[in-house]
């Protein structure tokens, strides 16, 4: 938690740190799984400190929130699966920018308009104090700059915040926008420049303004569900967790039977975290298929991980101090697979290349060394909440 005067640090003064006054909060993000799950614990964090939380987001988005007991509001696609069902969304061209790009014309400019009417006549009944965005929330960020509403950015993406780099992208976005330049744009669809960046300093020391990563996992599983899976790692020797986040490892067959048909050759059994959907049910002494589960619980014991390079995902394999095989689908996670290789982390490949990725880290203690020396210099996810909602307190009149 927060050591004194770790409040003051972060922009609130002693005597506000010691009794808030009651604030109102919109929390907007709109995404992926990876784009929610660092806010919940910096919400969990305003709630302490006196604050009213109302999120608004996509409607996929909006199935964990009512999980977890959150009121919110959707905005987006009706499709309540919306992006999570485009497979064009997954290229790793110009670095991530063209997936970017296609999230912004194919799934928030269509309804762009109307979300962020939506989004007014919120703030016009419910009165925000201040509006925490993240992700693609470019109606929330809109309509908060319209309204003349406090407007704190906690990004997850370090590229969003370089001037300039997607001004060729979103122009059916850009067209909807109550913007006089490019620059002003920016503001809106990127959250850039933010207040803070959710990243671990120690993971890439160049990004500017990066607080820590308040990672969170805390789905629950069925009591059925966690058996199994505490009672299949208690009976395999080495094994290497393998996940794809949380929507590109629902329509990845080929990658899902890909990893089943290598294992044999390896030397550790494959824990498939996601791959139940696509394979159904395996549980062997080789190979176990799950829908969710808690990465930190997958992790524990595991040799290597192979992922898709999500930051959350990224995070979570080095904080356990596991070597990962990074194959990255689009987004950031070309980027982040970079990085993973730069600390000696582990290897970025393709699916060709999977294979022969393992069997060197397997043949290689150096990158086991590596990931757990790296994440003894992380921040922590507690720490790293408590400095985000810091900067929301702060930023509230």
């Known amino acids: 938690m ?13 005597d506000r740190e010691a009794k808030l006054p009651r604030r109102r909060v919109v929390v907007a993000t709109f995404g992926s799984a990876g784009d929610l799950f660092p806010l919940i614990p910096v919400v969990g964090r305003l709630q302490q400190h006196n604050c009213e939380v109302l999120w608004i987001c996509n409607r996929t988005l909006g199935l964990f929130l009512r999980a977890l007991g959150y009121r919110s509001v959707s905005v987006g696609p009706p499709n309540e699966f919306g992006a999570g069902n485009d497979g064009t969304l997954l290229t790793t061209r110009f670095d991530g920018w063209a997936s970017w790009s296609r999230l912004m014309d194919g799934h928030i400019a269509p309804t762009l308009s109307s979300d962020i009417s939506t989004v007014q006549s919120v703030f016009d009944k419910w009165r925000p104090d201040v509006v925490l965005a993240s992700g693609f929330a470019v109606a929330c960020r809109e309509a908060a700059l319209r309204h003349g509403i406090p407007l704190v950015d906690l990004s ?21 926008l109550e913007a006089d330049d490019w620059r002003s ?11 803070a960046i959710l990243a671990e300093p120690a993971f890439d020391p160049r990004v500017h303004g990066a ?9 629950a599983t069925s009591q059925t569900d966690h058996e199994e899976q505490a009672q299949w790692i208690e009976s395999v020797g080495q094994y290497a967790v393998v996940c794809l986040g949380s929507f ?15 294992q044999p050759a390896l030397r550790v059994s494959l824990l498939l975290v996601g791959a139940r959907h696509a394979l159904g049910v395996l549980n062997t002494q080789n190979l176990l298929t ?6 930190r619980d997958a992790l524990h014991g595991a040799v290597l991980s192979v992922h898709h390079g999500g930051l959350g995902t990224t995070v979570a394999s080095i904080a356990a101090g596991c070597p990962a095989v990074v194959v990255p689908h689009g987004f950031d996670q070309a980027r982040n697979a ?13 699916l060709s290349t999977v294979e022969a990725a393992i069997r060197t880290i397997l043949g290689d203690r150096s990158y086991a060394s590596a ?6 210099r992380f921040v922590g996810p507690e720490i790293a909440a408590d400095r985000a909602a810091a900067i929301v307190l702060g930023s509230a009149p």
Do not use: K, N
Not at 211 to 218: A, H
């Open 248 to 262: 590109i490892g629902l329509d990845a067959t080929a990658f899902w039977t890909s990893m089943c048909e290598m």
């Open 338 to 350: 970079r990085i993973v290789e730069g600390h000696h982390a582990g290897l970025s490949a393709a």
């Open 156 to 176: 997850i993406y370090p590229q969003h915040q370089l001037a300039g780099s997607g001004r060729r992208l979103g122009h059916a976005v850009r067209s909807q």
């Open 371 to 376: 990931a757990s020396d790296l994440s003894t």
């Open 211 to 219: 607080i820590g990563y308040p990672y969170w996992d805390g789905l």
């Open 290 to 295: 799950t829908a969710y589960m808690p990465l």
């Open 2 to 14: 927060t050591a004194p005067g770790e409040f003051a640090q972060w922009g609130v003064g002693a």
């Open 185 to 195: 744009a920016e503001r809106s669809m990127w959250g850039s420049p933010a207040s």
